[in-house]
T-cell receptor, first 113, second 112 residues
Framework: DAGVTQSPTHLIKTRGQQVTLRCSPK?????VSWYQQALGQGPQFIFQ???????QRGNFPDRFSGHQFPNYSSELNVNALLLGDSALYLC????????????FGQGTRLTVV | GEDVEQSLFLSVREGDSSVINCTYT??????LYWYKQEPGAGLQLLTY?????DMKQDQRLTVLLNKKDKHLSLRIADTQTGDSAIYFC????????????FGTGTRLQVFP
């Protein structure tokens, strides 16, 4: 049973560019959440997707957007990258009726130069 | 508020017990979690406890919850070098079950 998979594992982008990160949830899960983990910090909630819609959003600007596909996989898009967007981006999957058990992927390390 | 606080660093000798502490401010916490993060890796769910429980034991791990003091602890018995990692405390609130609120993490270093 594959767990949560994220791609790519590492990425380097230039300020002002756009980036797309991808996540495939654990088999059988229907809900995907995205978190940003800056160096030396705990993860911060970005948003959650269920039934291809954004259910809730954390305190992140509109430059951060997402999408969920019919197969439950998800993308995180960040536009107009800033140096401060450099972080580990984590995807978590769960079942909507068991949202309290979330499983995380290995993350995508984004470096903005 | 939604603050979850942890001490930054803990160093223990191999074979000893480790106790990692966490305090939270919101009494609406329903579930409290411990996650482990090894270098360069994602988060591994270790264990979690529902807010109406005081204690949960799972092999070498013991979680204690003091709701009055809003204090959560994770005890690792017979700590091994493979336990060296960052440990995150996290909570889910009753009025917002969509997101986990994490502490800043405690780096556990195990020395021989």
């Amino acid at each position: 049973d594959a767990g949560v998979t994220q791609s790519p594992t590492h990425l380097i982008k230039t300020r002002g560019q756009q980036v797309t990160l991808r996540c495939s949830p654990k088999s059988g899960h229907d809900t995907v959440s995205w978190y940003q983990q800056a160096l030396g910090q705990g993860p911060q909630f970005i948003f959650q997707y269920y039934e291809e819609e954004e259910r809730q959003r954390g305190n992140f600007p509109d430059r951060f957007s997402g999408h969920q596909f019919p197969n439950y996989s998800s993308e995180l898009n960040v536009n107009a990258l800033l140096l401060g967007d450099s972080a580990l981006y984590l995807c978590a999957s769960s079942l909507i009726d068991r949202n309290t058990e979330a499983f995380f992927g290995q993350g995508t390390r984004l470096t903005v130069v | 508020g939604e603050d979850v606080e942890q001490s930054l660093f803990l160093s223990v000798r191999e074979g000893d017990s480790s106790v990692i502490n966490c305090t939270y401010t919101d009494s609406s916490s329903t579930y409290l979690y411990w996650y482990k993060q090894e270098p360069g890796a994602g988060l591994q769910l270790l264990t979690y406890i529902f807010s109406n429980m005081d204690m949960k034991q799972d092999q070498r791990l013991t979680v204690l919850l003091n709701k009055k003091d809003k204090h959560l602890s994770l005890r690792i018995a017979d700590t091994q070098t493979g336990d060296s990692a960052i440990y995150f405390c996290a909570e889910i609130l009753s009025y917002n079950t969509d997101k986990l609120i994490f502490g800043t993490g405690t780096r556990l270093q195990v020395f021989p």
